[in-house]
Structure formats: C-alpha cells, structure tokens
C-alpha cells in the first residue's frame, strides 16, 4: 500500500495535490478539519478528519502513510501564531506513523519581508529543514485565484485595483501540485528547497488589463501605492525568484477555463 497523506486535502492547493496524486497512482488520503461536502469530494480518496492545530486525529490519519505532502493554510490571525505548532505536532505525528518523506507547501519569497503571515511560514519552514526524515519544502508564488480576487473586489466601486510599479508571476495550482508531487518522490536524504512560479512575469496592471477583457469587465483599472515594507518588497521585485519559472498555464488559461465553468465571475 503506497499511502500518500495529504494535509488540507480539501483547500485550493491541498485538492490539485490529491488530483496529482491520484493521477500518478497513489492511494490518497487527505486530512483536514472538516470533509469536503459530497459534491466536492474526489473518488478513490480515503478523507480522515484530524486537527494539525491541536493534534487530535493526526496520528489514525497518517496511520500507514509513505508521503506526506502539507498544503495546510488558515490565514485567522490566531491560527497563524499556531502554525509552526502544527506543523511541529504533523510532522511529529507523521514520524511515528513511519512517513519517508514530509515536502512543505509554502510561499516564494516569503523570507524576504517581514510581515507576521510571511513569518509564520519561514518558522514553519525551519521546522521542516529539521525534520526527522528527508524534506523539502516547495515555495510557490501567488495562485491565478488571489489575483483575480483582488482584482473582482473592487467591482463594487467600479474599479479594478492594481498594485503600482508591482510584478508578479502568479502560479496555476496544478503546476504546484507536479512540484509537489516531483519533490515528494525525489531520491535523497537530506533537505530541499526549491521555488517555482508561473509562465510569465509581468506588471499587475497587464494581468488587472488581461482580467477585465475576459471576465468583460468595464470598471476603471486603479493602480494603488503598496505601504510600507510591502511597497518596498514588491517595487523592489524581492517578491519575485530568479530562475524559478515552472508553471505551464497562464492566467488568461486558468481565467477562461474558470469563467466557463461560473460565466458569472465579475
Ligand atoms: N494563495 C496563494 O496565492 C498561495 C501562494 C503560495 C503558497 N500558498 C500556500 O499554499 C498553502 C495552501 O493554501 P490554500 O490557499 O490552498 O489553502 P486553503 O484553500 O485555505 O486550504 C487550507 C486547507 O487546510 C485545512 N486546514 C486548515 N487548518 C487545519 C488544521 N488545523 N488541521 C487540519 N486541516 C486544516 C483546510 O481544511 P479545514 O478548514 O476543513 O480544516 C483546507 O483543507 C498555504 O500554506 C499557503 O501559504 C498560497
């Protein structure tokens, strides 16, 4: 039996990582608070309940597993001070259930700004450089589905919020579940570290432009000053990793294929 755990197998990333999964012949199991409501659950998938945040579950959900893939996410700002904690009670859950390989899903750059959410992933990210097995922790820049959120999210106001003198180089989800799925499998005992983002990296407002012709849009494109350390950040293009383009699908390919499954998508 080749069990391959998957942690938050219900949210945006996790439910990529169990489709990969599956479509590379594993028997999946996916952990998370809740199961997913029936119209959303995958066939073939064992879904186990367990709390990474207090520990209860974690070790009858792993119970058998190889791999474990952590895709886990809860940005409330308490669950945040958790995270590393949950982190530490998984993968110490994950070693007593005889897990090989534990691969971290986190975020590109997120060691370059200081700023709560970003370092509750770096802390996590240690934890994971010293874990008990080999490891490897997989940064990924930002999903197509964020961008086209803050995007959509002006449309109350009838404008498009863009960031000024912003790049970035969004990732479709799929494409962070094959480096996952690449680094679950890698051969090799200590720790690895790797970054991947999208195709194309471009100026906000090119993608705020790209959103508002496919999702036919009229609102005015409003390009925003970013504050502070994260104007700095982004202006700087510290956000964004050489050499890291991995992804094959675009936004504009993701934004079509989502518009025809919800054409009502602002
Ligand atoms: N969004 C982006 O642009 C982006 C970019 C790069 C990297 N990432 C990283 O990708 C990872 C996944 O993000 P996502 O957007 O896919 O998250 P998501 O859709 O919010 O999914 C989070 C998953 O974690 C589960 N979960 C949360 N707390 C849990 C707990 N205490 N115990 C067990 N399961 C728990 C959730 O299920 P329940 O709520 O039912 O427990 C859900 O399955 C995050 O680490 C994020 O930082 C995101």
Not at 242 to 266: H, M, R, V
Request: glycine share 10%.
């Amino acid at each position: 039996m080749n069990i391959l755990a998957v942690a938050g197998g219900t949210g945006l990333a996790g439910s990529a990582v169990v489709r990969e999964a599956l479509a590379r012949g594993f028997s999946v199991r996916s952990l998370s608070r809740r199961l997913p409501q029936p119209s959303t659950a995958l066939d073939g998938v064992d879904y186990a309940v367990a709390d990474a945040a207090t520990g209860e579950g974690l070790a009858a959900a792993l119970d058998g597993a190889e791999i474990l893939i952590d895709a886990l996410e809860d940005r409330r700002l308490r669950a945040q001070k958790l995270f590393p904690e949950a982190g530490r009670r998984l993968l110490a859950a994950a070693h007593g259930s005889g897990v090989r390989r534990a691969v971290m899903l986190s975020i590109a750059q997120c060691d370059e700004l200081d700023f709560g959410y970003y370092r509750s992933k770096v802390a996590k990210e240690k934890l994971y450089d010293a874990a008990p097995m080999p490891s490897a922790v997989v940064r990924a820049a930002q999903f197509h589905p964020l961008l086209a959120q803050i995007f959509a999210a002006g449309h109350p106001l009838r404008i498009v919020p863009s960031v000024r003198r912003a790049r970035l180089a969004p990732i479709d989800v799929r494409d962070v579940a094959r480096a996952l799925l690449d680094a679950a499998v890698e051969e090799g005992d200590g720790h690895a570290l790797r970054t991947v983002s999208g195709p194309e990296t471009r100026p906000v407002r090119d993608f705020a432009e790209e959103w508002k012709d496919i999702v036919g849009s009229r609102a005015r494109i409003v390009g925003l000053p970013a504050p502070g350390g994260v104007g700095r950040y982004l202006s700087q293009g510290r956000n964004l990793a050489p050499e890291s383009a991995f992804g094959t699908i675009t936004f504009a390919q993701w934004l079509k294929e989502s518009k025809s499954a919800s054409p009502d998508l602002p």
